[in-house]
């Protein structure tokens, strides 16, 4: 019968891991602290998230799509001139910045970026090493970014990032 728990389990496979007390600990508070209902649960999420990762960082030829977040001294001397610059040099790539002011002499921004994973990963550390910038953190998400432009009932062509 389609749709039932049977159908589900025939494409799950049981496996059998060993891992020491701390780990466990570790998934145990990703448990609680996220709010998932098993172990079985948090390491499939956990996993497909690694595995994600690895493929990016294996390559660097998989389309993704990505956020580098970084809070920076705005009065760094020229950052911003740097900044910008660097977006600029890599318009193919760059689709949006967030903008927001944390205090008199911080701000963080969020630049949303698309493209092969080795130029994203390498705009995101130009970004992240430049003088001024405190922190900053990339996160890659694994897409199919189409090429192919079209157009729905006559509105403006456009194509479509799918996330794998």
């Not at 990703?30 to 079985?40: F, V």
């Not at 030829?61 to 740097?82: G, N, P, T, W």
């Not at 205090?103 to 994973?117: P, R």
């Amino acid at each position: 019968m389609a749709g039932t728990n049977h159908d589900l389990e025939e494409h799950v496979q049981r496996i059998t891991v060993t891992l020491d007390d701390d780990l466990v600990a570790e998934i145990d508070e990703i448990i609680r602290t996220r709010g998932y209902q098993n172990r079985s649960e948090a390491i499939r999420d956990l996993t497909r998230s690694g595995l994600k990762e690895a493929i990016l960082d294996a390559s660097g030829a998989e389309d993704c799509v990505a956020a580098v977040v970084y809070v920076f001294d705005h009065s760094a001397r020229d950052l911003s001139k740097r900044l910008v610059g660097t977006f600029h040099d890599n318009h193919q790539l760059v689709l949006s910045t967030l903008h927001v002011h944390l205090d008199h002499d911080h701000c963080m921004e969020a630049t949303v970026l698309k493209g092969k994973s080795a130029q994203v990963q390498a705009v995101a550390n130009q970004i992240i090493a430049e003088r001024g910038v405190r922190h900053g953190r990339l996160i890659m998400i694994p897409a199919e970014l189409e090429a192919e432009m079209h157009d729905h009932d006559g509105e403006t062509p456009h194509s479509h990032i799918k996330i794998k």
